[in-house]
């Protein structure tokens, strides 16, 4: 069964770290693309950040310079490092891979950034 279970989320000040995960089980993790989107209230879901099964990174340009994307084949297990949070970064975030013929989600890890 596939899963994708998200942690690392929590309540920030603008400024502040976090580092994202996404523990992946049911698949052969590497061999597939990964992807980050988050979700803020109000809004639709929006891709954040992207790797391939290769390595190669794609990072939304609003949070270019501040959030990075790594993956550890190993571990079976995705990161997303966000770095000098802002409250407009505070939303749910979501791991995700696609698989025709749909798309697979963890459950989300909320991130907060406020004073």
């Known amino acids: 069964q596939v899963q994708l279970v998200e942690s690392g989320g929590g309540l920030v000040h603008p400024g502040g770290s976090l580092r994202l995960s996404c523990a992946v089980s049911?698949?052969?993790?590497?061999?597939?693309?990964l992807n980050w989107y988050r979700q803020a209230p109000g809004t639709e879901r929006d891709l954040v950040a992207s790797?391939?099964?290769?390595?190669?990174?794609y990072v939304k340009d609003s949070v270019k310079g501040r959030f990075t994307v790594s993956r550890d084949d190993v571990k079976n297990t995705l990161f997303l490092d966000v770095n000098n949070l802002r409250p407009e970064d505070t939303a749910v975030y979501y791991c995700?891979?696609?698989?025709?013929?749909?798309?697979?989600w963890g459950q989300g890890t909320q991130v907060t950034v406020s004073s």
């Open positions: 049911g698949i052969t993790f590497a061999d597939h693309d």
């Open positions: 995700s891979y696609y698989q025709p013929p749909r798309d697979y």
């Open positions: 790797i391939s099964k290769s390595g190669f990174t």
